[in-house]
Structures are given as C-alpha cells and as structure tokens.
C-alpha cells in the first residue's frame, strides 16, 4: 500500500505499508456488519431494516466461556481429565492456530447474563479461577 501527501516543497512525500504484518484480531466483525448496514439503513432513512438486520445478528451472537489454554494437546487433555468431574458441562478442545494454543471451553450460551452467571460460579473452583467470556 502506498499513499502520498503533497508537501509545500512541490515534492511527494510517501509512506510505504507492504511490510506490515497482517493480523486478526479480537474484532467482532458480525457487530461491525451491523453498524454498517444500519449505518446505509438510516442514510437511507429506513431505520426498521436496520433495527431488524441488527436484532438478527444479536441473536447468531454466541457467548462461550474459557477455561484454560495450553500449549500441547497433551496438557489441555490432562486439564479435561483432572476436571471433568467438577463440573456439569462437557468441555471441548479446541486448536486455535492463531494464537497456536489449546483452548477448553463449555458449549455456549445465547444470554450473556446466563454465561456470567456461569462463569461466575466456575471462579469458585480454583481450577477454573482464570475463565473468562468470549464471543463468537
């Protein structure tokens, strides 16, 4: 990517971006989709396409609680196994390439309250005093 800027001097100034390492992020792109649809809805002024596409896409949204993550199968294993009598949900594994770890987690919940009522009951285990909430 290249962009130029015209300075006073009559000569272009540039900034170079192809060595920028790209990366995904923690950006949940189905909230952006929203914003951008309501956002053309209401230029639009049709603001009830918007208030439904949004409320649709709220619902697809999925709250997943993490347990752990490791750095071997073998040490996520071990985690379920050493665990899995301690509470009532079953845990999964699941290979993040991203971040190359082993994450376990609970199936999702549709309700954020219901997965932070979860979660908050996982912190008095100590085994499960690092969880925490993602979305999907």
């Known amino acids: 990517m290249e962009t130029q800027n015209e300075k006073g001097t ?54 997943i609680i993490q347990l752990g993550a490791f750095s071997s199968k073998e040490r996520a294993d071990s985690f379920v196994k050493d665990n899995k009598d301690k509470i009532s949900f079953p845990m999964s594994i699941i290979y993040k390439q991203q971040s190359n770890l082993y994450v376990v987690q609970i199936p999702p919940f549709k309700e954020r309250t219901e997965a932070e009522l979860v979660r908050n009951a996982l912190w008095k285990v100590i085994s499960f005093k690092d969880a925490f909430i993602i979305t999907e």
Not at 29 to 35: A, L, Q, R, T, V
């Open 10 to 63: 009559g000569e272009p100034e540039y900034y170079l971006f192809d060595d920028v390492e790209i990366t995904d992020s923690l950006i949940n792109y189905s909230s952006i989709k929203s914003e951008l649809i309501i956002d053309s809805a209401i230029q639009k002024n049709d603001k009830s396409i918007g208030q439904l596409i949004n409320g649709a896409e709220k619902k697809l949204e999925k709250y």
